[in-house]
């Protein structure tokens, strides 16, 4: 392109300058100097520099607002990922809590979040920083709509957007965590603390540079050229947050399923699914909405996203076959759910990886990364921790393995800003040194000295240690904290972060919110049935539990479902009298609203007992 603007403007002023040696007189022709074209050519190759710039930047600013949609998307797709996976009696309050971030962490985001992840070192541990911080990004008053972040093609405006989207989006990762047993203001206050003291510091460690200093902290790099943060300082790469987003989610979650009480059931009883389609449907627009959130941090960093792309798209696809491989060997059957969790797994631990590795390195941390996630989910029920949503198990060790594994699989071929990994062979390295050394010294920038330094320094482990390193430091970070602020939240909201057992048994969609969610799993017949249908609104009274003994809870799950088809034969005359007054039902207790309990609980009994040709006892509670 720019070869092109030069010679068209190059033959424009010749033809000009043919014109006038053609109406001028002879004595005159010799006005026209060398200098004279010199001086012309020199501003041509001006307008034509700021023609080149000016697109650039429009170029890059529409890709990266593009990309802070995309990421954006990603929130409701998280939200139907979760609301899928839970009971449906959940279903409303889980997706609220992704969806609540948007607004909650937004707002918070604007007024003071941005400057604390990128603003200038505040806090520093030696001459790295821990958080940032600087009056102008107080609502963002300082920052101007034309200001350009440096060494960028990429306004502030629209990098406080951008980034704001993985703010939003990374606590509501940890709701899964804890998703069915905990209170939405609790969480609300949990999550504002939460991207104060975890989010914003580790942002800044790993991602800020020297972009609002007064001068450059390197002369030669100019502003935006050397990385202020603790882990950035250490040489840690992080492409798109594998340590800022899935590791320090995955951990948060971690330490909140063990601050706050399990589930009521867990593990003995199964918690499934509502609606794979929902799910399914989540883990599409994630995988979507996935490389505007690796693809825009490419040109953030001024890089092409070619090479991000290509490796997220191969890594969720191989994670995603390589999970339903492993769950088959295991179990003799892929599901829907282990296929939509395998996606979400690739592109999880190819994200901190996406813009240093090959497409086939992508397509490696997939693999890995599918089956290994997949180990994760089945320990926790041998360990006993109840992650509700596998958040653990996806972001937290598909986000420490894939930072480990961008060590191994990273090329200084693919981005300059990165290293050579584990894979890369000594004669490359050497190869690239040379390249580097064909330039004379005098001629060599301040980034081609580093570079050539950073390469002399190579090791084959060097930079696995490094991320390792990192990751250890980012899981302990998150986790710690995250510990002590769901302890807090418990203690400051009275005990209430996890819902009354009454509350959970009736189902959060009801008691924290009084809406209830939109059930793509419930049909009604157009024709006429011989089965009696549960009012939708139970007639008003107070809730009470029927607790049945005497038969298994496998048992009575299998009946009631049997009872509850409708057929040929009509319902018997006590399934009549339960089934209208019937909420929710969670093992062997049935929760009623309205009725007669003493009627109820006598039918309830009677049913079972002839049903399951045993003795059956039940008891009435408050």
């Keep these: 392109m720019k070869q092109f603007l030069f010679s068209l403007v190059g033959f424009l002023l010749l033809s000009n300058i043919s014109s006038l040696h053609a109406q001028t007189p002879e004595k005159e022709k010799a006005s026209v100097t060398v200098a004279q074209l010199a001086e012309d050519l020199k501003k041509v ?3 034509a520099d700021t023609a080149i ?4 930047l429009g170029g890059h600013n529409a890709w990266m607002l593009t990309s802070s949609a995309l990421v954006l998307l990603m929130v409701p797709g998280l ?3 979760y609301g899928g996976m839970v009971q449906r009696k959940n279903v409303l309050a889980t997706m609220m809590e992704s969806m609540a971030s948007l607004s909650v962490v937004g707002v918070f985001w604007i007024i003071c979040g941005y400057g604390l992840a990128f603003g200038p070192s505040v806090i520093q541990w030696g001459d790295a920083g821990l958080i940032g911080w600087h009056s102008k990004f107080f609502f963002l ?7 350009i972040l440096p060494a960028t093609s990429t306004p502030v405006y629209t990098h406080v957007l ?10 509501a990762l940890i709701s899964g965590a804890i998703a069915e047993r905990i209170r939405f203001w609790p969480f609300t206050i949990f999550s504002i603390l939460w991207v104060t003291l975890v989010y914003c510091p580790l942002a800044h460690m790993v991602w800020a540079f020297d972009w609002f200093y007064d001068k450059p902290l390197d002369e030669g790099l100019g502003l935006g050229g050397t990385a202020i943060g603790l882990l950035g300082k250490w040489g840690a790469l992080d492409f798109a947050g594998g340590t800022v987003v899935h590791i320090a989610a995955g951990f948060a979650g971690l330490a909140c399923s063990l601050v706050l009480r399990k589930r009521i059931g867990y593990p003995s009883q199964a918690m499934r699914p509502n609606s794979m389609v929902l799910t399914l449907l989540g883990a599409g627009l994630l995988w979507f909405g996935w490389f505007g959130f690796n693809g825009g941090s490419a040109v953030a960093s001024n890089f092409l996203a070619t090479s991000a792309f290509a490796a997220t798209q191969a890594a969720a696809a191989a994670a995603g076959l390589s999970w339903i491989l492993v769950e088959y060997l295991h179990k003799g059957k892929p599901t829907a759910l282990g296929l939509a969790s395998g996606i979400v797994a690739g592109l999880v631990a190819v994200t901190p990886a996406s813009g240093y590795v090959y497409m086939w390195g992508g397509l490696a941390i997939g693999f890995i990364a599918g089956a290994v996630c997949y180990a994760a989910v089945q320990l926790k029920s041998i360990l006993g921790y109840d992650d509700s949503l596998d958040a653990f198990g996806v972001h937290g060790v598909g986000g420490f393995l894939g930072a480990i ?3 191994f699989f990273c090329f200084y071929a693919v981005n300059s800003l990165g290293t050579d990994g584990y894979v890369t062979s000594e004669s490359t390295v050497k190869k690239q040194i040379a390249e580097l050394e064909k330039k004379p010294e005098a001629e060599r920038s301040a980034g081609d000295k580093a570079n050539i330094a950073k390469l002399k320094d190579w090791t084959p482990s060097g930079q696995v240690m490094i991320q390792i390193k990192a990751s250890i430091f980012s899981a302990l970070f998150a986790f710690v904290l995250s510990y002590g602020l769901a302890l807090g939240v418990q203690v400051m909201t009275g005990f209430n ?6 509350s959970e048994s009736e189902g959060l969609d009801e008691t924290e919110h009084g809406e209830t969610g939109f059930d793509f799993g419930t049909t009604f017949s157009s024709g006429k049935s011989s089965a009696p249908r549960a009012a939708l609104s139970p007639p008003n009274g107070k809730g009470y539990v029927i607790t049945l003994d005497g038969p298994n809870q496998e048992d009575v799950r299998k009946v009631w479902s049997e009872m509850c088809q409708t057929g040929n034969t009509p319902p018997p005359d006590d399934f009549k009298k339960v089934y209208p007054y019937l909420t929710t039902i969670t093992a062997n207790k049935f929760k009623f609203r309205g009725g007669d309990p003493n009627s109820i609980k006598d039918s309830l009994a009677r049913l079972f007992q002839k049903k399951l040709n045993t003795p059956v006892k039940s008891t009435v509670e408050a």
């Design 162 to 171: 951008f980034q704001g989207m993985f703010a939003i989006i990374t606590p």
């Design 497 to 502: 972060f996890s819902t009354d057992l009454n």
């Design 79 to 81: 939200a139907l990922f």
């Design 53 to 56: 710039a000016e697109a650039k």
């Design 405 to 407: 594994l961008t060590g």
């Design 141 to 147: 008053q300082g920052v101007e709509t034309a200001d």
């Design 45 to 47: 190759k001006e307008e």
